[in-house]
């Protein structure tokens, strides 16, 4: 256990839809990071978060969106679902501002479907 | 329930040296993939090579092939020919088909000019 925490587990939903899905960092850290992981495309880096403020943004669509809140928490936003979307999402913390320096720890991930 | 174990936590070698990354894991499932993945400082991470446990044949990519030994429940990365660009966080994982994925704590690699 990486003391991560993601919910929900599973979601199924369909295309043109919005879901929220949250993170919730060890206790802690400052750092989340969100990923986007396919079987086919692999691992894919979506934004990263520090002390509630962006610090980094990936290969995140405009349909997508993040934020950090106070207690450190995060939730990632999608919208205008399409089937392309489907993946497996998730969250990883680290300490501090990492830069490639830290070892991250990833929470279990939610699988998303869309329909 | 599944483990992904990497027990270097940092290595350094040679610019042109072959170094091999450890990863172990540990589960009574039969179908299962295996990643290693790279993390540069610009935090994307790069599928490096992939394996497919029923197959028995070790992956290879270019610089890059694994040893698979699915009874002992390891699976190493070697670099050969290793670069300055190698240089990142390297993380194993593990994961059951529709399942969530699973990754080690990373070994950090610092290649050497």
């Known amino acids: 256990d990486s003391g991560v925490t993601q919910t929900p587990k599973h979601l199924i939903t369909a295309t043109g839809q919005r879901v929220t899905l949250r993170c919730s960092p060890r206790?802690?850290?400052?750092?989340v990071y969100w990923y986007q992981q396919s079987l086919d495309q692999g691992l894919q880096f979506l934004i990263q978060y520090y002390n509630g403020e962006e610090r980094a943004k990936g290969n995140i669509l405009e349909r997508f969106s993040a934020q950090q809140f106070p207690d450190l928490h995060s939730e990632l936003n999608l919208s205008s679902l399409e089937l392309g979307d489907s993946a497996l999402y998730f969250c990883a913390s680290s300490p501090q501002l990492a830069g490639g320096e830290e070892t991250q720890y990833f929470g279990p991930g939610t699988r998303l479907l869309v329909l | 329930a599944q483990t992904v174990t990497q027990s270097q936590p940092e290595m350094s070698v040679q610019e042109a040296e072959t170094v091999t990354l450890s990863c172990t894991y540990d589960t009574s499932e039969n179908n299962y993939y295996l990643f290693w993945y790279k993390q540069p400082p610009s935090r994307q991470m790069i599928l490096v090579i992939r394996q497919e446990a029923y197959k028995q044949q070790n992956a290879t990519e270019n610089r890059f092939s694994v040893n698979f030994q699915k009874a002992a429940k390891s699976f190493s990365l070697k670099i050969s020919d290793s670069q300055l660009g190698d240089t990142a966080m390297y993380f194993c994982?593990?994961?059951?088909?529709?399942?969530?994925?699973?990754f080690g704590k990373g070994t950090r690699l610092h290649i050497l000019p």
């Open positions: 994982a593990f994961m059951l088909r529709d399942d969530k994925i699973i």
């Open positions: 206790s802690g850290d400052l750092s």
